[in-house]
């Protein structure tokens, strides 16, 4: 009778215990700072309307509208950008400052504009931002470099053009109701060809 009585109070202490370290894990638990979209169409949509490019023509007309952020490294920075830039190195989008800054544009409803020294160098970062949830961000089409007197030269930047328009292939392909549609390919029939076998001839 004691044993059995010993027994369950050593049972009720390791319940008790377990679930205190649920309750405690469950407190502890912090949720993820960054988390991204699952929605796939966040990133496609502007690649289908091709509406996430800002040409270098256009940032006078939109000036009070903007936000640019250059994500070159500091001291290409300092060397010289474009007026009323803020710098954002691309690996720290993610630091305090740099997510208060955003959220700040966000709120007072600016486009930001991404920029680098050449478009491909935003690519990145756009699509990071984009994917964590940001609204209205662009990528400006330009290049910057620095001449022989290190004065900074902004000039615009020639996108290639693929040879197949994919974006209008996806338009034709896409319904409107958002089904998919399976396209079936069809499977090539090889045919084999015997070949005889020759008789061997006889002697002489």
């Known amino acids: 009778m004691k044993k059995e009585l010993e027994r369950t109070q050593n049972i009720s202490i390791s319940a008790i215990i377990f679930i205190l370290l649920i309750i405690i894990g469950v407190l ?3 949720k993820p700072v960054n988390v991204f979209n699952k929605d796939k169409n966040l990133p496609i ?6 509406d996430f490019i800002i040409n270098k023509s256009a940032l006078d007309s939109l000036k009070s509208d903007l936000a640019l952020v250059d994500l070159r490294a500091s ?6 950008s474009l007026a009323n830039a803020i710098n954002i190195y691309t690996p720290n989008l993610l630091d305090k400052n740099a997510k208060e800054q955003l959220e700040d544009f966000t709120k007072r409803n600016k486009i930001i504009v991404l920029f680098g020294s050449d478009p491909n160098q ?3 970062a756009w699509l990071f931002l984009t994917q ?11 290049s910057l470099a620095n001449d022989s007197q290190n004065k900074l030269i902004v000039s615009d930047f020639q996108l290639e ?3 197949q328009d994919y974006a209008s292939f996806m338009a034709k392909v896409k319904p409107a109701n958002g089904t998919q549609i399976n396209i079936e390919t069809k499977k090539k029939t090889i045919q084999f060809t015997k070949t005889k076998k020759k008789k061997t001839g006889g002697g002489c």
């Open 132 to 142: 964590l949830g940001y609204k209205n961000v662009k990528i400006l089409c330009a």
């Open 122 to 124: 935003a690519n990145g």
């Open 75 to 80: 001291h290409e920075f300092d060397r010289g």
């Open 28 to 30: 502890s638990f912090k």
């Open 161 to 163: 053009k693929p040879d």
């Open 45 to 50: 949509t502007p690649i289908e309307k091709q």
